[in-house]
């Protein structure tokens, strides 16, 4: 089954702990970005790549880091300096860097801490 | 940075009445995108418009981009439970890296 992967769905923490979020897809598509939902909001880009082992940060991306060390794979890691990091997390995939392309989303994480 | 202007931001419908949504902008767009968000999902692509003008249907759900360029619309004809959920409309900019997102209508039907 080709698509998009977020694993866990459910994450809790302490809070000052690190978190990883993971993010996998086998659609062999260049690009993949991820973004904060808050409860009633919209979407908030944190980080995005466009190719391996390169990766820009988007609007809100402080308290966060990421990797890019496989094509298939976009681990964003939550900090302890993430002042606010309870949220919906969503990774999302396209075919080609160009934003023209058609952008699909995973199922999301939803992470809360403690 | 370049914003979309989505609305309503909410609606209140009964079951079988017809939804209609729009996304503006003050900047041209070259792609629309319609996803639909199930609580706890991820959204999902429902349709994708790529010229000024172009109208495209996807069952119950018709969209249409512009002929500015530089607003969307989504409507949904006869509506069923299963269609209650958010709706965002996304927009890309040729040349540009990333989408720009609207801030979504939350759709609730009155059975």
């Known amino acids: 089954d080709g698509g998009i992967t977020q694993s866990p769905k459910y994450l809790f923490r302490k809070e000052g702990q690190n978190v990883t979020l993971s993010c996998e897809q086998n659609?062999?598509?260049?690009?993949m970005y991820w973004y904060r939902q808050d409860p009633g909001q919209g979407l908030r880009l944190i980080y995005y790549?466009?190719?391996?082992?390169?990766?820009q940060k988007g609007d809100i991306a402080e308290g966060y880091s990421v990797s890019r060390e496989k094509k298939e794979s976009f681990p964003l890691t939550v900090t302890s300096a993430q002042k606010n990091p309870t949220a919906f997390y969503l990774c999302?995939?396209?075919?080609?860097?160009?934003?023209?392309?058609?952008?699909?989303f995973g199922p999301g994480t939803r992470l809360t801490v403690l | 940075g370049q914003q979309l202007n989505q609305s309503p931001q909410s609606m209140f419908i009964q079951e079988g009445e017809d939804v209609s949504m729009n996304c503006t902008s003050s900047?041209?767009?070259?792609?629309w995108l319609w996803y639909k968000q199930d609580p706890g999902e991820g959204p999902v692509l429902l349709i994708a418009?790529?010229?000024?003008?172009e109208l495209t249907s996807n069952g119950r759900l018709t969209a249409q981009f512009g002929i500015t360029r530089k607003d969307s619309f989504l409507n949904i004809s006869a509506s069923i439970p299963s269609d209650v959920g958010i709706y965002f409309c996304a927009g890309a900019i040729q040349g540009a890296q990333k989408l720009v997102f609207g801030q979504g209508t939350r759709l609730t039907i009155n059975p």
């Open positions: 900047s041209i767009f070259n792609t």
């Open positions: 659609l062999n598509h260049d690009a």
């Open positions: 999302a995939s396209q075919e080609g860097a160009l934003s023209t392309d058609t952008q699909y």
């Open positions: 418009l790529y010229k000024a003008g």
């Open positions: 790549s466009q190719i391996v082992n390169d990766f």
